[in-house]
């Protein structure tokens, strides 16, 4: 599975911004794809991800009500839109997937816990 982030970048308090993943190579119709962060000096997390079988949609709770996951199936694209960004939002961004079986999500968003496969990360930096 290949995976490739986008769309990160500097914006001010309060701005949006759009990350894409475009993603290729599943070879299983049943997964999940999602986006994870890690801030400096801070332990990687859970933002949020996707079912591909029902697209049901899954969020960490300091994230919801701001950003929204969505996918598109003829492309293979996911994207996560980010509003009203704060300075807690600033890491490096990573597009991943693993197979649902070994997916769990909580309030601290999506876990995987076998098979799971990611891309680059892609840097947000939010300014104060």
């Known amino acids: 599975v290949q995976l490739q982030a986008s769309g990160g970048g500097l914006v001010q308090i309060g701005g949006s911004l759009r990350l894409s993943c475009a993603a290729s190579?599943?070879?299983?119709?049943?997964?999940?794809i999602g986006w994870f962060r890690q801030a400096p000096g801070k332990e990687r997390e859970g933002v949020s991800c996707?079912?591909?079988?029902?697209?049901?949609?899954f969020y960490a709770d300091s994230v919801k009500g701001r950003f929204t996951i969505s996918r598109d199936n003829d492309t293979n694209t996911v994207y996560l839109l980010m509003n009203n960004l704060q300075p807690d939002d600033t890491a490096v961004y990573y597009c991943?997937?693993?197979?649902?079986?070994?997916?769990?999500?909580?309030?601290?968003?999506?876990?995987?816990?076998?098979?799971?496969?990611w891309g680059k990360g892609t840097l947000v930096t939010v300014s104060s």
């Open positions: 991943a997937t693993a197979p649902l079986y070994a997916v769990t999500a909580g309030p601290n968003g999506c876990r995987y816990h076998a098979k799971d496969y």
């Open positions: 996707i079912s591909s079988v029902d697209g049901s949609t």
């Open positions: 190579g599943f070879t299983s119709d049943s997964y999940a």
